[in-house]
């Protein structure tokens, strides 16, 4: 049993002692948040995609840093899962991507638009949060990791971002073009450098997109389908 001066000391103390670690948690917070966001790196764009982002009301669907509602997809770190090329296609137009399939409105914004929501985006994702949002349980379906024992070489990048929402390889991938194995042996490197420069030029009115692939990465493209075999 206390006696009354050792309950006094003991309420002192620990109020005293825990009030310590209290203030001290606070001004560790304080101290962490300049190293965590990345403010420096706000630029006009990332501010106009956020004006964009708020406008258009997309966190009427979607979280970023788990805020918003959960009807779509969360997209702090959508710029890393998908690539800025996937979802600048994606946003001027949703159901290119996916026919006939997808709730996602169609905004018209136009290519400087797209660009700041993508800035805006981009930037949230670089947001250090300390491992936010979790990975999911089940590993995307991507394209790399199956050709790994399917294929000597790597699908390129823009494959697996781009393309891949589309063609499957190997099983892989969208059903809205023609699954692309063996494409190798149905097309020359030449057709497959004419097809992806313009496709509506090869056959008009085809539902594949013209992306406006550079050079680099057209070559990349056509050398790596040439080897489907
Ligand atoms: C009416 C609800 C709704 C609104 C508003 C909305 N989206 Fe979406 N969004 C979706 C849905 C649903 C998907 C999932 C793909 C689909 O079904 O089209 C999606 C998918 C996306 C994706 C691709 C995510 C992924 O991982 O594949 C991006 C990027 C995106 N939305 C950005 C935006 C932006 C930016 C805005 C505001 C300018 C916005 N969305 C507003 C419903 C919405
Ligand atoms: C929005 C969907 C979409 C995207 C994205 C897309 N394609 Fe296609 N692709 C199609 C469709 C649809 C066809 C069938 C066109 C036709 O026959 O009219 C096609 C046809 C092709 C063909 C001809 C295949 C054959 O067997 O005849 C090749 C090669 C091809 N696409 C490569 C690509 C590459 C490489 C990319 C990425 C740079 C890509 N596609 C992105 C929809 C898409």
């Known amino acids: 049993m206390l006696s009354k001066s050792q309950a006094r000391w003991f309420f002192i103390g620990g109020t005293v002692f825990f009030s310590a670690i209290f203030i001290f948690l606070t001004i560790d917070t304080l101290r962490e948040i300049p190293a965590r966001q990345n403010s420096d790196q706000m630029t006009a764009s990332v501010v106009r995609g956020k004006m964009i982002w708020d406008e258009s009301n997309c966190m009427g669907c979607h979280t970023i840093l788990g805020e918003g509602a959960y009807y779509a997809p969360e997209l702090t770190k959508v710029v890393d899962r998908r690539g800025a090329a996937w979802i600048a296609i994606f946003l001027k137009d949703p159901q290119a991507m996916f026919p006939g399939k997808r709730r996602m409105v169609q905004y018209d914004f136009d290519e400087g638009q797209i660009q700041d929501v993508i800035a805006f985006l981009d930037w949230i994702g670089k947001i250090d949060t ?66 992806l420069s313009d496709p509506q030029a090869v056959k008009p009115g085809t539902a594949m997109p013209n992306l406006g692939l550079a050079e680099p990465t057209r070559a990349e493209l056509v050398a790596w389908l040439a080897g489907l075999k």
Do not use: K
């Not at 590993?139 to 199956?146: E, G, K, Q, W």
């Not at 823009?158 to 499957?168: E, K, Q």
């Not at 809205?176 to 020359?188: E, F, K, Q, S, W």
């Open 130 to 195: 300390n491992g936010f949002p979790p990975e999911p349980d089940l590993a995307p379906a991507t394209l790399v990791s199956l050709r790994a024992e399917q294929a000597a070489v790597a699908p390129p990048q823009y494959f697996s971002t781009v393309c891949i929402a589309c063609h499957s390889v190997a099983d892989n991938g969208g059903t809205v073009g023609p699954a692309l194995d063996g494409v190798g042996n149905r097309m020359t490197s030449a057709e497959l450098d004419r097809w």
